[in-house]
T-cell receptor, first 117, second 110 residues
Framework: GAVVSQHPSWVICKSGTSVKIECRSLDFQATTMFWYRQFPKQSLMLMATSNEGSKATYEQGVEKDKFLINHASLTLSTLTVTSAHPEDSSFYIC?????????????FGEGSRLTVL | QKEVEQDPGPLSVPEGAIVSLNCTYSNSAFQYFMWYRQYSRKGPELLMY????GNKEDGRFTAQVDKSSKYISLFIRDSQPSDSATYLCAMRTNAGKSTFGDGTTLTVKP
C-alpha cells in the first residue's frame, strides 16, 4: 500500500513555543491530506482537511490560528501548533488518500506525539 | 447521537478464539466501510475495505456489511497475540469525510 510518513514521531516542547509536524506521501501524490488528534483510549478526531494549493478546511471547534496547516506541494502537508500549551499535548496523525484510488481508503502516518511542558 | 457506534470493549480472548467486532451506524448515505487496526502509539493501518453489503474475506479476517440493518462486523479467526490492538471501524459517503468509531481494544492472550 501507499506510504505516509510523519516527522517527528515524538516531540517535547516548552509552553509558549511553536511546533511543526510534517506529513509526507512518499510514493504517491496527495491533493488532500487530513489531520487528526487522538487522546488516549479515544478515536480519531478530525481537525482539518488540507488541500494542496489552497486553504485548509477546519472542523468546528478547531482554532485555525492555533493549528496552522500548509499544503505547499502534492507530497507534503505541515501542521504547526502555535504557542503550545499543556492542553495541546496529544497524538497527532495525518492521512492521505490515493488520487484515483478507492473512495474512503486512507493511508495513515505513524503519528506524532506532542508533549508540552 | 453519534453517526457511528462501535462496541466499546475492551475485549480479551484466548489465542485461537474467533473474535467479533461490531459497529452500527445511522447515516444511510454511508457507502464505503473500512476496518483499521491501530497498535499502541502508531497510526492506523487499513485492514479491510468493502463497498456493498455482503462478506469479504482476507486470510483470517472477514468483513461483513449489512446495509439494511446498518451494521458491520469484522471477524478474526484463529486469533493470535499479534492481533492485540485497537480496531477502528470507519465509513464514508460518496462525497464526505470518513467517520470513525471510537475503537475496540482487543487483547489475545497466549
Amino acid at each position: 500500500g501507499a506510504v505516509v510518513s510523519q516527522h517527528p514521531s515524538w516531540v517535547i516542547c516548552k509552553s509558549g513555543t511553536s511546533v511543526k509536524i510534517e506529513c509526507r506521501s512518499l510514493d504517491f501524490q496527495a491533493t488532500t491530506m487530513f489531520w487528526y488528534r487522538q487522546f488516549p483510549k479515544q478515536s480519531l478526531m478530525l481537525m482539518a482537511t488540507s488541500n494542496e494549493g489552497s486553504k485548509a478546511t477546519y472542523e468546528q471547534g478547531v482554532e485555525k490560528d492555533k493549528f496552522l496547516i500548509n499544503h505547499a506541494s502534492l507530497t507534503l502537508s505541515t501542521l504547526t501548533v502555535t504557542s503550545a500549551h499543556p492542553e495541546d499535548s496529544s497524538f497527532y496523525i495525518c492521512s492521505a488518500g490515493l488520487a484515483g484510488g478507492r473512495t474512503g481508503e486512507l493511508f495513515f502516518g505513524e503519528g506524532s506525539r506532542l508533549t508540552v511542558l | 447521537q453519534k453517526e457511528v457506534e462501535q462496541d466499546p470493549g475492551p475485549l480479551s480472548v484466548p489465542e485461537g478464539a474467533i473474535v467479533s467486532l461490531n459497529c452500527t451506524y445511522s447515516n444511510s448515505a454511508f457507502q464505503y466501510f473500512m476496518w483499521y487496526r491501530q497498535y499502541s502509539r502508531k497510526g492506523p493501518e487499513l485492514l479491510m475495505y468493502t463497498y456493498s453489503s455482503g462478506n469479504k474475506e482476507d486470510g483470517r479476517f472477514t468483513a461483513q456489511v449489512d446495509k439494511s440493518s446498518k451494521y458491520i462486523s469484522l471477524f478474526i479467526r484463529d486469533s493470535q497475540p499479534s492481533d492485540s490492538a485497537t480496531y477502528l471501524c470507519a465509513m464514508r459517503t460518496n462525497a464526505g469525510k470518513s467517520t470513525f468509531g471510537d475503537g475496540t481494544t482487543l487483547t489475545v492472550k497466549p
